[in-house]
């Protein structure tokens, strides 16, 4: 069990307000952890990978994001557009895309749906890694390392079924 400090309280509660559904102060921007966990689990079962540790990661990935950086979606690839190969590199293929849908930035209370960050001009890289169609729990770790440029979730190609982020 966890312990929280009313000091911590407090300070979440002046930088990041009071949720509009549960009442407690937020743990990030627009972001209720305990109430985007639950959102997140009644969901789960709507969608696979098809690879149950990737499945399991993102699914840990839901329920302990503090805010909206924090937390990887499973993303089908036929959700992005416009592919096109950049380069290639000692581990993978990059490839430029457009995602219409966007990024979740928030739970919108008043329609009951999730905010989504979708711009029209905006490209998203994505990086196929070579023979990962085996990915390990490793690598899915590495993927979610804070020090490596922001990661909004997975895919995999249908055609080689090599995986990308």
Request: aromatic share 16%; net charge neutral; charged share 30%.
């Amino acid at each position: 069990e966890r312990v929280v400090y009313i000091e911590d309280l407090e300070k979440r509660k002046q930088a990041y307000g009071i949720c509009g559904e549960c009442k407690e102060p937020g743990t990030g921007s627009r972001w209720c952890q305990p109430c985007n966990a639950k959102r997140f689990k009644d969901n789960f079962k709507s969608w696979t990978s098809g690879n149950k540790n990737i499945d399991e990661f993102i699914q840990q990935s839901h329920l302990n994001a503090v805010h909206n950086h924090r937390y990887l979606e499973w993303i089908p690839f036929e959700k992005f557009q416009n592919i096109t190969y950049i380069a290639e590199g000692g581990f993978g293929k990059i490839h430029s895309a457009e995602w219409p849908e966007g990024f979740i930035v928030y739970w919108d209370i008043e329609n009951q749906k999730w905010f989504r960050y979708n711009k029209k001009d905006i490209k998203y890289a994505l990086k196929s890694l070579n023979n990962s169609s085996d990915i390990c729990s490793d690598f899915l770790k590495e993927i979610f390392n804070r020090d490596i440029v922001r990661c909004f979730g997975i895919t995999q190609d249908p055609n080689n079924k090599e995986y990308m982020m």
